[in-house]
């Protein structure tokens, strides 16, 4: 069954609501402002880095030159590829407790930091921008901090990784509690349940598939991340990377470039088989 309009009625309509169809004139100025500035940061950073395709054309003659050098990937020895295969098992060591104390600690911190929970303004904001000043340090920086703080090694590395996304989960973990549903909260207080039990019983069982993917994710990809912050002394493949390249061993290089390879695709598949395993298989 169709509904049809009359042509007055069809008129009637659109005048009625003819505002909202052409838009209002500040709303079309600040989209071409913003569109403007994006276009004119664009080129902005292309002049400023001069930025140039023949560079990049160039270029491409010498990364055939290294890739042709990296070819066979070689560890030089089965001695040296044990301490290589070591130091990818400290690399996954430091990249999974340094994601899982972060979780750990981000878990409360999120409640905190969401709006539905605690909504004393003063909190929330602090509980805020105490994050976000934590999460605009990158990892690296932590790492260079914490090799200052307890010395060159991997619990430096595991220091950097728990620093660096701490502030990450609970930002993540207040936008996932803040968009939970509140029927089963509502369920809870109706048959006088407590904050506590609205908690416990409304909002984790809603967001705990939510999190527990996101760390999943973080673990995957901190152990890419571990790679880097070894390179200046936390620990890890990283050093031995650093290492190779300094002394032209691209063959090496190349080994330890497929090693992590490995370990990350492993992960991943392992990261996937647990997220399916908690929030169930879907149709796509």
Known sequence: ?????????????????????????????????????????????????????????????????????MLPPDPGSFARAIIFVKALFETIAIAFLGTILAAILAFPLGFLAAKNVVANRVVHFLARRSMDTVRGVDALIWALIWVNVVGLGPFAGMLAIMTSDLGAFGKLFSEAIESADRKPVEGVTSVGGGKAHEIRFGLIPQVLPVIASQVLYYIESNTRSSTIIGIVGAGGIGLYLAETIRTLEWQQVSFLILLILAAVTAIDFLSNRLRFAIIGKRAV
């Open 1 to 69: 069954m169709t509904l049809a309009l009359s042509a007055a009625d069809r008129a009637a309509l659109i005048a009625r609501h003819q505002a909202a169809i052409d838009g209002s004139l500040k709303t079309k100025l600040t989209t071409i402002a913003v569109i403007g500035g994006l276009v004119g940061l664009f080129l902005y950073g292309l002049t400023t880095l001069e930025t140039s395709l023949w560079k990049i054309i160039a270029g491409f003659s010498n990364l055939g030159t290294f890739v042709v050098l």
